[in-house]
């Protein structure tokens, strides 16, 4: 069974981000890292290749030439190889153009089984997952918690306000896991270096057979109009308990709708 | 007669000498095993003869512990002297009355033979005292005696007295067979022979009465009886932990000096640096086997004597862990020693060219089943069954070193502060973990989050750099940023760069650390500059818990940062940042003059920059912080502190200064839980609170939160009412700017 895991290189969450003038996230200027939602999958790919269950494990990425670290990063975890599309034309992709991107990859790669994140954590939309299913004709099952693979079907776990499911889903399918499945184990250093060895596949938008009109920030169907810095944070109000502090809490509550 | 005892004599020193000796042979092949050290452990004529004289002659590490130190002392000179009298001894097998020459017959160096042994007999019992006194039946592991060689150690007391009464009794009776020379008139015989030798003449007054041939036979009987015990005694020291009185001489002189203490070494293999960017493919990265040890650390495994004093300091062992760096030691060497027919059959095949022996074949070589099946036990294991492995010194479990015993250590290095051999457990310890980590990537789970943020935020606290300067927000004046104003090198009037650390910038406790010691300097007139975003973790934590990988990207990044910065004098307020930059970053081509917080604010009190006006009435005690004390020698700067404010009484705690009892935050443990034993920061605070201080001041942010925590913890049992932790710069400040002072009680205190 081939495994392909969808993995983002995403912008450091702790760093300060920046913006370029056309308001994309100024990749250049801040480091990267494999956005750590797509651990989880990279570390549920890996269990089930050690398991025997997946005989090839692939990851694929769309994203600028440094992306490439992120997919080392996934290669220390595990997996046998990466495919890393590219190309100065997807720069600015909306999910649309970013899904187009990873199906066409995904034809070309091959797969009984597509594992990603349950979001990226800087745009945070959570809906590439059913686009490709979508664009591929394929099943798809959102926010696994866990995750076991017979022959012709995966089974999961979602946990949602209500109650607790049990999924069973025929492949080939999309499966994108939450932080639930456990976290991804701390690659020792010869496998960081194994890693290196490991071969990486690039591929542009011709050899995907895309033009480049279809994607990127021309071809987005949403466009990030206004950025504005998170205004700092307040000192909150402190209260000095003077005989009269209990109902100086219950004002500050009440006059805030919380009682 | 002569030529019996002559022949006889010489028979038993040939064949002792020749079984100690193959042993030493022995031991010196397994020695040959190691790896090659590193530049750090080169010979140094200078430094080698220096350390002798220092360690070995005048004793110096042992006279630490007065009353030991002393019986040690008294037992190393009388055996030194004790050498002329076997000397003696030997000689007499062919002529009974031979003498040294120049030393001759006097009666001076007869007394000085005859006053050492018995000093050696005065150290015997008082050795006998101590092991009674400490011996473990009694006090079970608070004895430093817990966990050695018991047995063996009282057989070496016994055969030193042998070695001592047999000497002096042979001597006795030589007195009276030459008297009776002297009677019968011998022209050569010497007059009063071994005058001066009142011990020997005892031995001859007691014999006297026992007629004129029986002292002739009891002369021969004696001798030969002394030198048995003598080679007897050499042939067990070789088998024996008593291989110190040969090995201590090398160990000392190959040591590092001046400590092995402060920087650790880096990752060498086959003796060279490995190269972290494009490592080798056979590059060993720490130790995974024990032959993976440099043959300086196999040196330092069969030095250990088993004293115990690296034990009865450490903190993990203080607080009933499984750590003892004294069994640690004893464990790997006895390890060595048991798998050593296999590492030497290994060598020999791989030396004829032939593969490695396999632990399969091995046993058609004739190798010892037992060797074999050592082999196979790996060098860091799980604890096992408590009740079905206990194994030698009370070690379970499958691994040599259990898992739990190498990641005890808080690196505090009192071990090896104590260690009368230079023994380097510290080294050997993060050498283990660095295989665990990087090879195994096993290590407490907890510890990986510590290790996520450094990499992805570059603090461990995963906070990020972009919150590195809010510590400076209140201050009521601007603290200078470099870079802010568009310079690429920091300006010629800025007289420090000022090396917040990530504890000092993110941590709420320590922020007031940084703003603390920023206000001082901007008191003091002294100019300074933050990295601000620019800093990040200089790789302490991650260097400690074996991760050199890791350790290596954070130092080169700050090096780079500060070589194009210019930066060349750096105050820090952090003990463990103050090590990195000070100590390690030169290994990295970072090379700066570093200097701690209170060293800085000792030198501008001192310099009248600042003067302490303000009383701050309060009983004080101070923590020497391991990284500042034991490993960089800071000891004085802090308390000239806290001696210039007016109003503040210090109060040592009892382990203070080279004694000091870790707060249990080094080696990385404070990334680790700590749910083995009882807690090390408890230990401390309360050792801190029984000074009845109301300030307890340490210099390094991480001691004063787990001290503040340890302090928190009595507050909530209603106990060290108002007693606060802080930092020396803290109380300093109340004396100058008492306007400013955050003062405020431990973190958690009890609210009321």
């Known amino acids: 069974m081939k495994i392909v895991v969808l993995v983002k290189y995403v912008p450091e969450p702790t760093a300060t981000w920046k913006f370029a003038p056309d308001l994309t996230v100024d990749r250049a200027g801040v480091e990267g890292r494999l956005s750590e939602l797509d651990e989880y999958a990279v570390e549920q790919a890996a269990q089930l290749a050690e398991k025997g269950v997946a005989s090839e494990v692939v990851f694929l990425t769309v994203g600028p030439a440094k992306a490439t670290e992120g997919l080392r990063k996934a290669l220390a975890i595990g997996g046998n190889t990466a495919v890393h599309v590219v190309d100065d034309a997807i720069h600015g992709s909306c999910a649309l153009g970013t899904s187009l991107v990873l199906a066409k990859a995904l034809e070309k790669t091959g797969y009984d089984l597509i594992l990603t994140g349950m979001a990226s954590t800087d745009a945070e939309l959570s809906i590439v997952p059913q686009m490709v299913a979508d664009r591929l004709g394929i099943n798809q099952g959102t926010f696994a918690g866990e995750l076991s693979v017979d022959g012709s079907s995966v089974t999961i776990r979602r946990d949602t306000d209500v109650a607790t499911e049990r999924v069973t889903i025929a492949l080939p399918a999309i499966v994108s896991v939450t932080d639930q499945t456990g976290e991804a184990r701390y690659p020792a250093f010869k496998a960081i270096m194994g890693a290196k060895k490991k071969p990486i596949t690039t591929m542009s938008l011709a050899d995907l057979g895309l033009s480049a009109d279809q994607v990127g920030w021309a071809a987005a169907s949403t466009k990030v109009v206004d950025v504005a810095p998170t205004p700092a944070r307040t000192a909150g109000t402190i209260i000095t308990d003077d005989g009269t502090g209990g109902s100086q809490v219950a004002d500050f509550l009440a006059d805030r709708g919380f009682i | ?752």
Not at chain 2, 192 to 216: C, I, P, R, Y
Not at chain 2, 292 to 309: I, M, N, V
Request: charge should be negative.
């Open chain 2, 1 to 752: 007669m002569m030529a019996v005892r002559t022949i006889l004599g010489l028979l038993l020193t040939v064949g002792c000498l020749g079984v100690a000796g193959r042993r030493l042979f022995f031991l010196y092949k397994v020695g040959r095993t190691g790896q090659p050290t590193g530049p750090e452990h080169h010979f140094d004529l200078g430094s080698a003869v220096k350390a002798e004289l220092v360690e070995v002659a005048a004793q110096k590490k042992l006279l630490k512990w007065t009353g030991p130190g002393i019986a040690h002392f008294a037992v190393f000179w009388g055996f030194m002297i004790l050498l002329f009298t076997v000397l003696e001894a030997f000689g007499g097998l062919v002529n009974p009355q031979f003498q040294i020459p120049i030393f001759g017959n006097y009666p001076w160096f007869g007394f000085i033979e005859d006053l050492f042994a018995m000093l050696c007999v005065a150290a015997i019992a008082a050795f006998v005292v101590i092991r009674i006194k400490e011996a473990p039946a009694g006090l079970g592991r608070r004895s430093r005696f817990f966990g050695s060689h018991l047995g063996p150690a009282w057989f070496v007391l016994f055969m030193i007295f042998n070695v001592v009464w047999t000497l002096l009794a042979y001597r006795g009776a030589s007195i009276n067979a030459q008297r009776v020379n002297e009677l019968a008139g011998t022209p050569d015989a010497p007059l009063k022979f071994l005058q001066g030798a009142f011990a020997s003449q005892w031995f001859a007054s007691a014999f006297h009465g026992l007629g004129e041939h029986t002292n002739e036979i009891l002369e021969t009987v004696l001798l030969l009886l002394s030198l048995a015990v003598l080679l007897g005694f050499t042939i067990f020291v070789t088998y024996s932990k008593h291989l110190h009185i040969f090995l201590s001489i090398g160990n000392v002189a190959y040591a590092r000096r001046p400590r092995a203490l402060g920087a650790l070494l880096p990752v060498y293999s086959d003796g060279k640096k490995v190269d972290f960017e494009d490592p080798g493919d056979d590059d060993l990265m720490g130790v995974g086997k024990i032959e993976d040890f440099t043959w300086k650390g196999l040196l330092d495994f069969g030095t250990c004597t088993e004293c115990g004093r690296c034990q009865s300091q450490c903190p993990a062992w203080n607080t009933d862990k499984p750590l003892s760096p004294k069994v640690l030691i004893m464990a790997l060497r006895d390890h060595a020693l048991t798998k050593a027919p296999y590492l030497l059959a290994a060598e020999s095949s791989t030396a004829n060219g032939e593969a490695a022996a396999s632990a399969d074949g091995a046993t058609a070589n004739g190798i010892p089943a037992t060797a074999v099946a050592e082999a196979e036990r790996p060098l860091v294991g799980p604890m096992g069954d408590e009740e079905a492995h206990v194994g030698e010194h009370g070690i379970t479990g499958e691994g040599v070193i259990p898992f739990d015993m190498l990641w005890s250590c808080t690196t505090c290095g009192a071990c090896v502060e104590q260690c009368p051999v230079d023994i380097e457990h510290v080294d050997h310890i993060v050498d283990m973990r660095r295989y665990q980590v990087l090879m195994e990537s096993a290590f407490p789970e907890e510890a990986g989050i510590m290790l996520r943020n450094l990499e992805h935020a570059g603090d461990p606290w995963g906070l990020g750099a972009s919150m590195r300067l809010e510590w400076a927000e209140p201050l009521d004046f601007e603290v200078r940023v470099f870079g802010a104003e568009g310079e690429d090198k920091i300006p010629d009037d800025v007289d420090y760069l000022y090396w917040v650390g990530c504890a000092g910038a993110l941590d709420d406790t320590a922020k007031r650390t940084a703003r603390a010691v920023a206000t001082l300097l901007h008191e003091a007139g002294v100019e300074f500059m933050v990295l601000g975003e620019g800093e990040s973790c200089t790789g302490d934590p991650a260097r400690r818990m074996g991760h050199e990988f890791l350790f290596q990207m954070l130092a080169m990044q700050n090096v780079e940062t500060l070589n194009e910065a210019g930066a060349k004098r750096i105050v820090v307020t952090c003990a463990h940042c103050y090590n990195t930059l000070a100590n390690e970053y030169p290994q990295v081509g970072g090379h700066y003059e570093v200097v701690h917080h209170t060293t800085l604010l000792a030198r501008l009190v001192a310099e009248k920059k600042l003067t302490p006006i303000q009383r701050v009435d309060a009983s004080v005690t101070y923590h020497d912080p391991c990284y500042l004390g034991r490993h960089n020698r800071i000891f004085a700067p802090p308390r000239e502190v806290l001696g210039a404010v007016p109003g503040a009484v210090l109060t040592e705690m009892p382990r203070t200064k080279e004694r000091s009892f870790c707060c249990g935050a080094g080696g990385a443990r404070m990334w680790m839980d700590e749910n083995l034993g009882t807690r090390i920061n408890q230990n401390r605070a309360d050792e801190a609170i029984a000074t009845k201080a109301s300030l307890i001041t340490a210099a390094c942010p991480f001691c004063i939160t787990m001290l503040g925590d340890g302090v928190a913890q009595r507050q909530q049992e209603g106990g060290a009412t108002g007693v606060e932790v802080t930092d020396v710069a803290e109380v300093l400040l109340r004396s100058i700017r008492p306007d400013l002072a955050e003062t405020g009680a431990a973190p958690g205190a009890d609210p009321a």
